[in-house]
């Protein structure tokens, strides 16, 4: 920082120059026209003022734009913007009501700061400044300008000497030494007599305006500066691209198609916003997790929207197309996959032999009863087998003799549970209306399953949560009581209603627990 010993600054030769010409036209006894035309410098001082403001209120735009794209990257730096500007904005107003203090004190309270009089008064400035208050508003005047001056330079780094140095002359507050002199005829001559001491009132506007001119001109250097260390050490790239990394491109009937999908290049503290068909994924680290169940067979085409936040904070978004296919599962899969009898379900076997009449064959099923309808095999395991094998072994009569053919092992499995449904759905949205219009929950078998089941509902309960409390009502078959679609009736929009403790019944005659039914009211 500039001090006492230390060679002038800029703005120190800048007020020596301005006064030892002002001292020169006095003693010269100048007209009036010459003083005049320091008011067309001030006017000129507050039009580059202007412009510095329009800058600054670029630099806020673009300081806003930042956070709304990366908070966590902008909130530091828009926090100082914002205490600089409240700074600069005080200090910018205290120079402000100092002048006026000046004009009105000289011309009158009429007068303004673009037409008054006494453009020649030496005294009125000093006056105000140096002589009344035993230089009291000198010496505020002076704290704010240091005040100012070390918040600027702490928001810089001291390796960033092309900004803070500039920052520390311009708010130099120190007395003017002319170095030219010798050590022992030095006059010191402290920073206020500079301005307000033997100087005319248009020329003390002009030096205060230059300050109000810095005043701005370094808020706006030192918020572009740490608008410019927002984006310090990131990459850039000229060009982003959407990915789709499927895990394979070629799935079964009945699995599922997964893929991860993503912008080739990514921005760490943002993460794009993935949708298909309406629908937004989940993403993590930068991928969306796209999962479906490839239900059926054949080639499936979708597109993915890829949406982010552009540096201008407009959203930019990147479609990307691709493709999978489905494929039936290869018979001998689909063959061990069927090799299954399901207890309590007549299971249909179709047993020939070329060659030999069915009425030759002799058919022992382990584990299992069985019938004969026509030329199928109707195969019932018996109960408690579930989890072992039944062995179909098929013997023919030929000339007399009875020979074994061949045998194929099936798994004996239960029945799988049937899924609660209600209006046909087991969840999602539904309105009240719609719900309050069912008369009953029912139990169905899923669609990969093949044969013809009908489970009986036996109960269920209906609850909701309301007023923070939950709320339940029983019902001890499939039909929704009165006061179960009273409670649904009381619920609002985006409420949620639980059906849950489904008992069913089906044909082995077991009671089996449904998985609850979860509805959000639409």
């Known amino acids: 920082m500039s001090g006492g010993n230390c060679p002038e600054t800029p703005r120190q030769k800048m007020i020596g120059m301005m006064y030892l010409f002002l001292t020169a036209m006095l003693a010269l006894n100048v007209s009036g026209e010459l003083l ?48 600089i500007r409240m700074m600069a904005d005080s200090l910018y107003q205290h120079i402000k009501e100092l002048k006026l203090l000046m004009v009105h004190t000289a011309d009158g309270p009429e007068a303004t700061l673009s037409n008054y009089s006494s453009i020649d008064n030496q005294d009125i400035a000093a006056q105000l400044m140096i002589t009344e208050q035993n230089g009291k508003r000198s ?113 079964l009937q009945g699995d599922k198609y997964e893929a991860d999908i993503f912008l080739a290049a990514r921005d760490e503290y943002q993460d794009p916003t993935i949708t298909i068909k309406g629908q937004e994924l989940d993403v993590v680290d930068g991928r969306g997790k796209y999962s479906v169940p490839a239900s059926r067979a054949g080639d499936i085409e979708y597109e993915a929207l890829l949406t982010i936040t552009a540096p201008n ?84 009569k030929n000339n007399g003799k009875t020979r074994r053919i061949g045998s194929k092992e099936f798994r004996i499995k239960r029945v799988p549970d049937p899924v609660a449904m209600v209006a046909g759905k087991k969840e999602g949205k539904i309105s009240k209306n719609l719900l309050k219009a069912q008369q009953a929950v029912f139990a169905e078998m899923g669609d990969d399953f093949d044969f013809d089941l009908e489970f009986r509902v036996t109960g269920f309960t209906v609850s909701i949560i309301k007023g923070g409390y939950l709320q339940d009502e029983r019902s001890k078959n499939n039909k929704f009581t009165q006061a179960q679609k009273d409670l649904i009736g009381s619920v609002g929009r985006g409420s949620r209603v639980f059906i849950e403790g489904i008992r069913a019944v089906g044909p082995d005659k077991t009671t089996r627990k449904l998985n609850p039914i979860t509805f959000t009211i639409d």
């Not at 320091?38 to 507050?46: E, G, N, Y």
């Not at 794209?69 to 914002?82: E, I, L, Q, T």
């Not at 990131?234 to 499927?246: C, D, G, H, L």
């Open 313 to 396: 904070g407009r959203p930019k978004t990147y479609p990307i197309k691709d493709n999978y296919r489905v494929i039936k599962p290869s018979v001998v899969i689909s063959a061990i996959k069927m090799n299954v009898f399901y207890g309590s379900v007549d299971n249909p076997v179709e047993i020939s032999v070329p060659g030999v009449t069915s009425k030759d064959l002799s058919v022992t099923i382990s584990n299992c009863t069985y019938r004969k309808k026509g030329n199928v095999y109707v195969v019932n395991p018996k109960p408690g087998k579930a989890g072992l094998k039944a062995i179909v072994t098929v013997s023919a």
């Open 139 to 251: 010496e505020e005047f002076k704290s704010l300008i240091r005040e100012y001056r070390d918040l600027l330079i702490s928001y810089v780094a001291k390796k960033d000497s092309f900004i803070w140095q500039p920052i520390e002359e311009s708010f130099s507050t120190e007395p003017f030494k002319d170095s030219k002199e010798k050590k022992s005829d030095v006059v010191h001559k402290s920073w206020e007599s500079q301005i307000f001491e033997h100087v005319p009132l248009s020329a003390t506007f002009a030096l205060m305006s230059s300050i109000q001119s810095d005043v701005r001109t370094a808020q706006a250097d030192v918020v572009n500066y740490l608008l410019t260390g927002i984006d310090e050490g990131s990459f850039k790239f000229t060009k982003i691209e959407p990915i789709i990394k499927p895990v394979s491109n070629i799935v």
């Open 36 to 83: 005049k035309a320091f008011q067309l410098v001030d006017k000129s001082i507050q039009q580059t003022i202007y412009t510095v403001d329009s800058r600054n209120r670029q630099l806020e735009n673009k300081l806003s734009n930042a956070m709304e794209v990366n908070p966590r990257k902008a909130s530091g730096a828009k926090a100082k913007s914002d205490s």
